[in-house]
Structure formats: structure tokens, C-alpha cells
């Protein structure tokens, strides 16, 4: 069988996680294309592959978009016309909608929001597409080798995006908080980041997909001890508020977003 050409544009955070995660992925050529120097020096030195700085021509295959919101118009704009009309175009772009990709170019368009744990092949990757069916079968190929894949309407992608594309910064963000803590009564800043790391290593195995957060969060506390003092104490000071607020103000940026780049 021949294989699908796949191009990656930007190699940051999320397009070097890309590269991780395909690397378990049979029935693939890897193209990339990274601006920056330095960038493209790193990612040699870890994968011992070089981008390309630039695009000459993309003749079939997909190309994955990897590139920041204020680099779209930009990067349509030098590049629409190197790219055939049968490349399938796979955007994780925050907020930018497929009509807004439409406007640029005539392709066929897969909009995702996968997050970083694409990297690691455990992602969920939230999709929306402009046609029917599995083109190049690249959504069971190659996406679902890197993670969950699930179809959603594209008025979810806001929330999605808030909660999943940003995902891994709300554990991160708990988890320093809670270092932090550990710290200032007393622990070493070394042992309180390791007691975390562990306790963040070990939670995957602790959560059962048939039981829900809240189940789990019943199961470790006991009347009157420990762990219920602690979670009284988040209730009165209206942490369900406090992050239902960043949720909404991550929601209202990524639709914020959206409509910069419609009006561009
Ligand atoms: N990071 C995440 O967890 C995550 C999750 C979901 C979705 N996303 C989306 O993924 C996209 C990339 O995010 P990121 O965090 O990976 O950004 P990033 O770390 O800034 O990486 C983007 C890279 O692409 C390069 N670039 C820009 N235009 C280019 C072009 N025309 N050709 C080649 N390279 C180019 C950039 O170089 P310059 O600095 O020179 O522009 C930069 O090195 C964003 O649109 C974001 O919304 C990210």
C-alpha cells in the first residue's frame, strides 16, 4: 500500500508532539517546515530529522497546521497556491473555524483540537470535518493512533478548547499550587514537587473509566478526617466558582479568537 505523505507545519510545542506520537505510526513519509533556526536545530538534534524552512510544493497528502492563530492569514497568504487542491488540510489551530479556512483555500479541511498528550499517543482528539467519510483514512490511520478521536459539532469547539486543547494547563496550574503549599508548611521545595509528581504519575491507574470524578472523589474521603477538612475548605471559598470562571473566560477568548480571525 502507498504511504500518506503527512506535512507538518510549525514545530513547537504541539507540532513536535505531532512528530513524538507519529513515530509509532506505520504507512507514513514525515514532511516538516519550521521557521525559526533554532527551532529547527532542536528538532534535529532530538529526532535527527531537519524541517525545511520554507514550503516549495505539497502535491498530496495531509498537511497538519501547526502554526499560531496570527500566523494563519499570513501563511495562506504565501502559501495557498503550493498547495494541490487534494490535500487534506488538518487544522488544530485555536479558533479558527473551517468557513474561516474555506475563505482561504478550496481543500477539504479536518478542524481538530488534540492537546499536548498527543505526544505520548494518549491524546483526545476532538474533530470536525468539511466532508464526509474517512479521506486518505487518515482519521483511523493516523489520528486514532494518537489518541481518542471523537466527532463533535463545531459550536462545541470553544468549550472544547478551553477544557481539552488547554487541559493539561489546569493540572499543571493544581499542581504547583498544591507544591506551593507543601512548601510553605514546611516541606522541601525538591520533596514537595516529588510527592506531587508521584501522586500525578499514579493517578491514571486510580481512575476507572466506569466511575465518575465525583464517585472517586467520595471514595477517597472519610467522614470527619483528612481529606474532607481540605475539601470543606475549597467549597467555602467557592472553588467549583473559581474554575468554572476560568473555564468560561478560556471559552470567551477562544471564541474571542474566532471571530479575530473571521474578520481579518
Ligand atoms: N500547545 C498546545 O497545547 C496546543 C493545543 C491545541 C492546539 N494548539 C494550536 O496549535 C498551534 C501551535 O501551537 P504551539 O503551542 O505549538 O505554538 P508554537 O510553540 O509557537 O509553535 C509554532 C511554531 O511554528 C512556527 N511557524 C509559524 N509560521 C510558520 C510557517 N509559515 N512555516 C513554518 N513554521 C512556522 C513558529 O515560528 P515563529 O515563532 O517564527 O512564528 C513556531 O516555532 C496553535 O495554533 C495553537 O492554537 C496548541
Known amino acids: 500500500m502507498e504511504k500518506l505523505d503527512i506535512h507538518i507545519v510549525g514545530l513547537g510545542n504541539l507540532g513536535s508532539a505531532f512528530l513524538k506520537g ?63 487542491p487534494d490535500v487534506l488540510i488538518c487544522s488544530p489551530v485555536a479558533g479558527l473555524e473551517i468557513k474561516t479556512i474555506e475563505s482561504f483555500i478550496d481543500n477539504k479541511i479536518l478542524r481538530i483540537m488534540p492537546n499536548l498528550l498527543i505526544g505520548d499517543n494518549k491524546g483526545f482528539i476532538p474533530y470536525v470535518s468539511n466532508y464526509d467519510g474517512d479521506y486518505f483514512t487518515f482519521k483511523k490511520n493516523v489520528l486514532a493512533k494518537l489518541g481518542a478521536i471523537k466527532e463533535f459539532d463545531e459550536a462545541m469547539f470553544p468549550i472544547i478548547t478551553a477544557l481539552s486543547g488547554s487541559g493539561p494547563a489546569w493540572y499543571y496550574e493544581l ?58 475548605s475549597l467549597n467555602n471559598d467557592s472553588f467549583d466558582r473559581i474554575i468554572l470562571d476560568a473555564i468560561q473566560k478560556a471559552t470567551h477568548r477562544s471564541t474571542e479568537i474566532s471571530r479575530e480571525l473571521s474578520n481579518e
Open 22 to 84: 507519529l513515530n509509532i505510526v506505520d504507512g507514513i513519509n514525515l514532511f516538516l517546515y519550521e521557521d525559526l533556526d533554532v527551532v529547527r536545530q532542536s528538532i534535529n538534534d532530538e529526532f535527527s530529522i531537519t524541517p525545511d524552512d520554507s514550503i516549495i510544493s505539497i502535491q498530496n497528502g495531509v498537511l497538519i497546521l501547526c502554526i499560531k492563530p496570527q500566523n494563519i492569514n499570513n501563511f495562506f497568504t504565501n502559501n495557498k497556491d503550493k498547495i494541490d
Open 175 to 232: 499542581s504547583s499550587q498544591l507544591v506551593n503549599s507543601g512548601q510553605e508548611l514546611g516541606l522541601s521545595l525538591d520533596d514537595s514537587e516529588m510527592i506531587i509528581k508521584e501522586l500525578v504519575k499514579a493517578l491514571p491507574t486510580l481512575v476507572a473509566e466506569d466511575s465518575s470524578f465525583k464517585d472517586l472523589v467520595e471514595q477517597v474521603k472519610s467522614p470527619n478526617g483528612t481529606t474532607e477538612a481540605g475539601l470543606n
